[in-house]
């Protein structure tokens, strides 16, 4: 039974390993895990329950256990209806400090969502993160869709 537990760190750990280096912060797992939180838990309020559980079906158990820490599933969140409100959002989910630490100004904000959602695409299948996307508002799609191609377009 121990060695479950350290198998559930170790992906865990792999995963976060990638994201911060997507991050181009290797070093700081710190810093990646509250942009990953905060990103997670944003976009987690503001679609249903059933599509969140689709989505985080393949994800290595640590990170599951992320995104649905303190979930309340069925509270109103305010809608997402433009990119700047999701960019909002994200920084105000950690604490008042995450923008000035973590996330700072909208470009950083939005490379850093991006570096999120291509880790995740290692692990959601395409027809899961077709599912999620589509229900999310279409500027806020379009917004993952552009930011992750422009980052693609960089590397």
Known sequence: MNNSFAHFAEKGNEFM????ERMGSPADA???FRVL???LHTLRDHIPVS?????????????????VDGWKPGKKKRSLRH???????IRRQESPLMAAHDLKGNAYTASMI???WETLQLY???GEQADFLSVLPSNIRTFLNEITS???HLL
Request: glycine share 0%.
């Open 51 to 67: 599509v969140s559980l689709h989505f985080i079906s393949a994800l290595p158990l640590a990170i599951k256990a992320v995104y």
């Open 114 to 116: 991006a570096a999120v």
């Open 124 to 126: 959601i299948s395409e």
């Open 17 to 20: 390993e990638v994201l911060a």
């Open 150 to 152: 422009e980052r693609f």
């Open 83 to 89: 990119k700047e409100d999701l960019l909002a959002e």
């Open 30 to 32: 710190d810093h990646a």
């Open 37 to 39: 939180k905060a990103v």
